[in-house]
């Protein structure tokens, strides 16, 4: 059974940091796409930012220069540090697994992950 679960979430004012970490269990933790993403109150969940198992990296175009998504193989935990946070930013974020050694163009499709994690709140106060 695979498992994710996020935490780090919090409340911060307008440019304040926060880092999100998502342990996983269950599964070779090497072979996965992973994926952070968040859903806004009243918004579908969109991809913030995705990493694949030979390390290529990407983001959504709102948070490139600002959020660094990270992972660690040994530990089995991927992060998401997020810098200059804004008001627009704040939404329920979740962390994903799908099991493809790449995550390709088709990363931020919500759909192609079939694991999640429960969802870690951020809210950013202006």
């Known amino acids: 059974q695979v498992g994710l679960v996020e935490s780090g979430g919090g409340s911060v004012q307008s440019g304040g940091s926060l880092r999100l970490s998502c342990v996983a269990s269950?599964?070779?933790?090497?072979?996965?796409?992973m994926g952070w993403f968040r859903q806004a109150p009243g918004k579908e969940r969109e991809g913030v930012a995705s990493?694949?198992?030979?390390?290529?990296?990407t983001y959504e175009d709102s948070v490139k220069g600002r959020f660094t998504i990270s992972q660690d193989y040994a530990k089995k935990m991927l992060y998401l540090q997020m810098n200059s946070l804004k008001p627009e930013d704040t939404a329920m974020y979740y962390c994903?697994?799908?099991?493809?050694?790449?995550?390709?163009?088709?990363?931020?499709?919500?759909?192609?992950?079939?694991?999640w994690g429960q969802g870690t709140q951020v809210t950013v106060s202006s």
């Open positions: 994903a697994a799908r099991g493809y050694t790449y995550c390709s163009t088709s990363w931020p499709v919500e759909r192609n992950y079939p694991y």
């Open positions: 269950g599964y070779s933790y090497s072979r996965y796409c």
């Open positions: 990493i694949d198992s030979v390390g290529t990296i």
